[in-house]
């Protein structure tokens, strides 16, 4: 499974980015999908995730509310909507892809990453 994460870029305070994540080379309807993100000097944290019946979590709390994580099946891409975008959401953005279809909340549980998209919030 391949895994190309786009849409990131840069964005001032206050504004909104939809990440994209499109999958090739598997069952992507069959897969729970995840993003996680890494800010300079951190650790890379977990974000939203979504399973292959489209259940989700946005576990983090200071993006709850703010992030929508979604998933288009005929186009085999996972969305992650960011609103209210805050300078401390700048980082590198990275979906995940889970064989077994239910999301883990941790990187060790996802079997295939994409490369990352960066965010740059902007105050």
């Known amino acids: 499974v391949q895994l190309q994460a786009s849409g990131g870029g840069l964005v001032q305070a206050g504004g909104s980015l939809r990440l994209s994540c499109a999958a090739s080379g598997g069952t992507f309807s069959s897969y729970a999908m995840g993003w996680f993100r890494q800010a300079p000097g951190k650790e890379r944290e977990f974000v939203a995730a979504?399973?292959?019946?489209?259940?989700?979590?946005v576990p983090l709390d200071s993006v709850k509310g703010r992030f929508r994580i979604s998933r288009d099946n005929a186009k085999n891409t996972v969305y992650l909507e960011m609103d209210s975008l805050k300078p401390e959401d700048t980082a590198v953005y990275y979906c995940?892809?889970?064989?077994?279809?239910?999301?883990?909340?941790?990187?060790?549980?996802?079997?295939?990453w994409g490369q990352g998209t960066l965010v740059t919030v902007s105050s």
């Open positions: 979504i399973n292959r019946r489209s259940g989700s979590t």
């Open positions: 995940a892809a889970r064989s077994d279809g239910w999301y883990a909340a941790t990187s060790s549980g996802y079997d295939y």
